[in-house]
T-cell receptor, first 114, second 111 residues
């Protein structure tokens, strides 16, 4: 299993540009998440999904959109990039009954908006 | 509320024990976790403890949970340079899908 994969690893955007961060998992997990990590601030939940076709907002959803058309994929869309969205973005997944395994994380996407 | 707090930095000498502390405010948390993040990588689960346990040991790792004080600690015995990383404490409940993370403790292991 590849686990959770994310692309791209790095990206620089200009203010106002759009992009999609890709996330794929091959573990047949129902639950998927997007977090952002700012220095010294831990992880903040942006959006999550409990299964294909179902998404819900987390703590910091403004400026982002998600979709979940398949179990495997959970892309995160930034429509009008702003400097405040400069961060490291992590995708994670877990099976709904396996809390003892915690979450599986991707390697992250480092995004800079200038 | 759901706040998880950790000190941001810890330095220890190679071979010593490291103790990383965490406090949480939500007494309804069911699982508490420790994750390790190495530079440029995602988080990896190190260990977890269920809320009805006081202690869990896994090789060099010992997790202690004090539910009364809402305090969780991770002890790493015989700390090695490869243990240098950021360690995150996290909690979750048995309902909903919210995992709440602390800010992370950067552990530096000095030779």
């Amino acid at each position: 299993n590849a686990g959770v994969t994310q692309t791209p690893k790095f990206r620089i955007l200009k203010i106002g540009q759009s992009m999609t961060l890709q996330c794929t998992q091959d573990m047949n997990h129902n639950y998927m998440y997007w977090y952002r990590q700012d220095p010294g601030m831990g992880l903040k939940l942006i959006y999550y999904s409990v299964g294909a076709g179902i998404t819900d907002k987390g703590e910091v959803p403004n400026g982002y959109n998600v979709s979940r058309s398949t179990t495997e994929d959970f892309p995160l869309r930034l429509e009008l990039a702003a400097p405040s969205q400069t961060s490291v973005y992590f995708c994670a997944s877990n099976q709904d009954t396996s809390r003892s395994t915690g979450q599986y994380f991707g390697p992250g996407t480092r995004l800079t908006v200038t | 509320g759901e706040d998880v707090e950790q000190s941001l930095f810890l330095s220890v000498r190679e071979g010593d024990s490291s103790v990383i502390n965490c406090t949480y405010t939500d007494s309804s948390s069911t699982y508490l976790y420790w994750y390790k993040q190495e530079p440029g990588a995602g988080l990896q689960l190190l260990t977890y403890i269920f809320s009805n346990m006081d202690m869990k040991q896994d090789q060099r790792l010992t997790v202690l949970l004090n539910k009364k004080d809402k305090h969780l600690s991770l002890r790493i015995a015989d700390t090695q340079t490869g243990d240098s990383a950021i360690y995150f404490c996290a909690e979750s409940k048995d309902y909903g899908q919210n995992f709440v993370f602390g800010p992370g403790t950067r552990l530096s292991v000095l030779p």
